[in-house]
C-alpha cells in the first residue's frame, strides 16, 4: 500500500536531517510521528520511529546521569562562617592540624603524599564554626587547576611547614612559586585576575633546639611576607589553643546577633558577615524583603551609647546586638 506522505511529513523529516543534538532530533522525530499519516500504508514507518524516539530518550538519559558523576573532589561546600585552607608540604603535619582543632579524622602518616584529596573538618570558635580544609601537598612548584580554584574559593590560608625538615627553606620556596604560578598571594594582589587572601605559617615540629633553630633561619628569609605561629602539634596539642583566634581573626568576619522590637536578642545564633559589613547587609543575610523595608535600626555594641539608633550604612562591629526596623 501507497504511504502518500504529506509536505508537512517531508518538512519535519529533514528537520531531522538537519538536527545536530539529540534534543532537535528528538523534537524532529515527535513531529514526524504526529504529522504522519495514519493508515496501514504507514504502519511500518510509525513503528520505526517510534522505536527511533525511545532509544534517543534512553541515551539521553544516560547521557545526564553520567554528566552528574563527573565529580571533583575538591569542590567542596562552603559550611560554618569561613572557609580556611591548611596547605603545605609533604609530612608537615596538615592533617594533624585537622585533628587537633576538629573532629575530623583525615589519615595521618610518618610518611609523605598521606593525603590525596581534600578532606573538610569544623573547627568550634566560640559561638561559631570555622571550615578547616585539609589539603593534598604540594611538592612540586605547582599545582592543578582544580586545586587552585578550590584554593580561590577560601577565605584564608594555613601554610603548615616541618621546621624539623632540613629542606624546609626550599619546601616553602616551592609551595609560594606554586601558588605565585596559579595567581594567588598573601599579600596585595598585582591585578585583579589574582586572588589574594590571608594567611599564618603553622611552624610544626618545634619541640626540640634543631627545629627552632631552623625555624630562626626560616624567619629571616621569610618574615618580611609571612606571619608564624610556632608550635608542637603532636607533644603540646595545647599551643595550639591560641590559634582558634588567630584564625578567627585571619578569614575577617564579625558575628552579629539580631533581635526584634521588643524581644530578647537571639544570642544562640549570630549571622556571619565579612568585616566592614553595614545594618543593610546584615538585612539582607536575615531576607531580601527585610532589607527593602529597612529603615532605621538599633544597635547595642558599637554604637556611642546601648540602643542607639542608627543609619543603614552603619558599619557593624563583632558582637554586636542588631534590632531591626522596618
Ligand atoms: N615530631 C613531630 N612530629 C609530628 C608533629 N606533628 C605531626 N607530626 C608527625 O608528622 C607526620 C606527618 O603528619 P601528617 O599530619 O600526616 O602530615 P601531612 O602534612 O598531612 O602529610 P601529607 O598528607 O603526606 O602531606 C606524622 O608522623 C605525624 O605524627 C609534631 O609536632 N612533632
Ligand atoms: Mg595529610
Not at 90 to 111: C, F, I, M, Q
Request: hydrophobic share 35%; with cysteine; aromatic share 8%.
Amino acid at each position: 500500500m501507497p504511504a502518500n506522505l504529506s509536505p508537512a511529513y517531508f518538512e519535519a523529516e529533514q528537520k531531522y536531517k538537519n538536527a545536530r543534538t539529540s534534543e532537535e532530533k528528538l523534537a524532529a522525530l515527535e513531529e514526524m510521528l504526529s504529522v504522519i499519516p495514519k493508515h496501514k500504508g504507514t504502519e511500518k514507518l510509525q513503528g520505526d520511529i517510534k522505536s527511533r524516539i525511545s532509544k534517543l530518550k534512553k541515551q539521553t538519559a544516560r547521557d545526564k546521569q553520567s554528566r552528574g558523576k563527573t565529580y571533583d573532589p575538591f569542590l567542596i561546600e562552603k559550611a560554618g562562617g569561613a572557609q580556611v585552607a591548611v596547605i603545605g608540604p609533604p609530612n608537615s603535619g596538615k592533617s594533624t592540624l585537622l585533628h587537633v582543632l576538629t573532629n575530623a579524622r583525615p589519615e595521618v602518616g610518618d610518611y609523605p603524599f598521606t593525603t590525596h584529596q581534600p578532606s573538610p573538618g569544623m573547627m568550634d570558635y566560640e559561638d561559631i564554626q570555622i571550615q578547616l580544609i585539609d589539603f593534598p601537598p604540594i611538592a612540586f612548584p605547582e599545582i592543578e587547576g582544580n586545586f587552585s580554584n578550590a584554593l580561590r574559593r577560601t577565605d584564608a590560608a594555613l601554610l603548615v611547614i616541618d621546621v624539623h625538615s632540613d629542606k624546609v627553606l626550599e619546601e616553602l620556596e616551592t609551595v609560594l612559586t606554586a601558588l605565585e604560578k596559579a595567581r594567588i598571594t598573601f599579600t596585595s594582589p598585582p591585578d585583579s585576575t589574582w586572588h589574594s587572601f590571608k594567611s599564618l605559617v603553622i611552624a610544626n615540629k618545634c619541640e626540640n633546639p634543631h627545629g627552632r633553630e631552623n625555624l630562626e633561619v626560616v624567619k629571616e628569609f621569610f618574615s618580611s611576607r609571612l606571619t608564624f605561629f610556632p608550635v608542637s602539634l603532636l607533644q603540646n596539642p595545647a599551643s595550639v589553643e591560641n590559634l582558634r583566634t588567630r584564625i578567627f581573626q585571619l578569614v575577617e568576619v564579625i558575628r552579629v546577633y539580631s533581635k526584634k522590637p521588643g524581644e530578647p536578642p537571639d544570642l544562640e545564633r549570630p549571622f556571619v558577615l565579612k568585616r566592614g559589613s553595614t545594618v543593610l547587609n546584615l538585612a539582607s543575610a536575615i531576607h531580601k524583603d527585610i532589607a527593602h523595608n529597612l529603615k532605621t535600626a538599633r544597635i547595642w555594641g558599637s554604637a556611642k551609647f546601648d540602643g542607639q539608633r542608627v543609619t543603614v550604612d552603619h558599619q557593624l562591629e563583632d558582637k554586636d546586638i542588631v534590632e531591626i526596623q522596618s
